[in-house]
């Protein structure tokens, strides 16, 4: 009975710090930041700003060869610094792209050849620009990645971005494919067919629906460690009737993407990145921004 009682006496006299040690636990930050894509380059230091005071901690810059230059990078990192804005990518689509399943094969990214020297003229000076604004990823969707691995596009397409990738490396950015027109599998190889060891994934869920091409938490599931950036966006898939369309996006959370099934997923596998809100609805104001913000930050709390 004397044994029993020291026994109690001393976790009594620990239960304070063990409530201490969980509370702390739970109150620990999740490395995942929450933010979006930031457009109008005019002002830097007033778009980070307007991210700093609306509580978001990370975004993306889409790239404009107008405004994005030396004065540009180091105005970026200046922002990012006095805002504590971490910018993840440099995001861009090169040349002339139709976002459909009649003419985007043709026209979107790497794969087709028509305009491609072009094409990998603007990489190559995102990537300097990514080097200038100290941002580690450069992103892009880069074509409709042909599913046959023994086919002489697919094969051409892999030699284009070996290049693309090796010139990266030694500049130490990496390069993010953006999801959406292949499905998860045939990106995964072809990024293990690339070979170079900088090349991963910004998971757009939403696009994967809206080509028809996966659901959001098998997607996933299959990329795994290859996440480095997600897009929060929603959507649905196309339409059967009309299958020459793209699905239509929605806004979060009205789609089909299994938003707190992901990001538990993204959770388990160790995702430390950046959750973006993409959003290309005519309601992608400020209000809605922060709404999904906020809808994002319970999930992640979880």
Same mark, same amino acid.
Request: aromatic share 10%; net charge negative.
């Given at each position: *009975?004397?044994?029993? +009682?020291?026994? +109690?006496?001393?976790? &009594?006299? *620990? *239960?304070?710090?063990?409530?201490?040690?969980?509370? &702390?636990?739970? =109150?620990?930050? #999740?490395? /995942?930041? /929450?933010?979006?894509?930031?457009?109008?380059?005019?002002?830097?230091?007033?778009?980070? %700003?307007?991210?700093?005071?609306? %509580?978001?901690?990370?975004?993306?810059?889409?790239?404009? =060869?107008?405004?994005?230059?030396?004065?540009?990078?180091?105005?970026?990192?200046?922002?990012?610094?006095?805002?504590?804005?971490?910018?993840?990518?440099?995001?861009?689509?090169?040349?002339?792209?139709?976002?459909?399943?009649?003419?985007?094969? &043709?026209?979107?990214?790497?794969?087709?050849?028509?305009?491609?020297?072009?094409?990998? !003229?603007?990489?190559?000076?995102?990537?300097?620009?990514?080097?200038?604004?100290?941002?580690?990823?450069?992103?892009?969707?880069?074509?409709?990645?042909?599913?046959?691995? #023994?086919?002489?596009?697919? %094969?051409?397409?892999?030699?284009? *971005?070996?290049? @693309? &990738?090796?010139?990266?490396?030694?500049?130490?950015?990496?390069?993010?494919?953006?999801?959406?027109?292949?499905?998860?599998?045939? @990106?995964?190889?072809?990024?293990?067919?690339?070979?170079? $060891?900088?090349?991963?994934?910004?998971?757009?869920? !939403?696009?994967? +629906? @809206?080509?028809?091409?996966?659901?959001?938490?098998?997607?996933? %599931?299959?990329?795994? #460690?290859?996440?480095?950036?997600?897009? !929060?966006?929603? $959507?649905?898939?196309?339409?059967?009737?009309?299958?020459?369309? +793209?699905?239509?996006?929605?806004?979060?959370?009205?789609?089909?993407?299994?938003?707190? $099934?992901?990001?538990?997923?993204?959770?388990?596998?160790?995702?430390?990145? !950046?959750?973006?809100?993409?959003?290309? @609805?005519?309601? #992608?104001?400020?209000?809605?921004?922060?709404?999904?913000?906020?809808?994002?930050?319970?999930?992640?709390?979880?």
């Amino acid at each position: *009975m004397k044994k029993v +009682l020291t026994l +109690l006496f001393v976790v &009594a006299m *620990m *239960m304070p710090q063990m409530v201490k040690a969980e509370n &702390a636990a739970k =109150a620990q930050k #999740s490395p /995942i930041t /929450i933010g979006t894509i930031v457009y109008d380059l005019r002002d830097i230091d007033a778009r980070f %700003k307007e991210l700093h005071n609306a %509580k978001f901690t990370s975004c993306e810059i889409n790239y404009s =060869a107008k405004y994005c230059n030396t004065e540009l990078a180091q105005q970026i990192r200046k922002a990012s610094k006095k805002y504590n804005i971490r910018v993840t990518t440099v995001v861009g689509v090169p040349g002339h792209s139709e976002w459909n399943f009649r003419k985007g094969p &043709a026209t979107i990214g790497l794969v087709p050849a028509e305009g491609r020297e072009e094409k990998i !003229a603007t990489y190559h000076n995102m990537i300097d620009f990514c080097v200038e604004a100290g941002v580690p990823y450069m992103h892009s969707h880069f074509g409709f990645i042909p599913i046959d691995p #023994s086919g002489e596009q697919y %094969k051409e397409f892999i030699a284009v *971005m070996k290049d @693309l &990738a090796e010139y990266a490396k030694a500049r130490n950015i990496d390069i993010l494919f953006e999801t959406g027109q292949e499905t998860p599998v045939t @990106l995964i190889r072809a990024i293990k067919d690339i070979g170079v $060891g900088n090349c991963f994934i910004n998971c757009d869920l !939403a696009n994967l +629906l @809206l080509y028809g091409n996966a659901n959001s938490l098998d997607a996933v %599931k299959q990329f795994g #460690s290859l996440i480095k950036e997600f897009h !929060a966006k929603d $959507g649905h898939y196309p339409n059967p009737a009309n299958p020459y369309e +793209l699905g239509e996006e929605v806004p979060i959370p009205q789609g089909e993407v299994d938003f707190p $099934g992901v990001i538990k997923e993204l959770k388990r596998v160790g995702f430390t990145g !950046a959750l973006t809100i993409e959003c290309e @609805l005519n309601d #992608s104001e400020m209000e809605y921004l922060e709404q999904t913000r906020e809808y994002l930050e319970k999930l992640i709390e979880e």
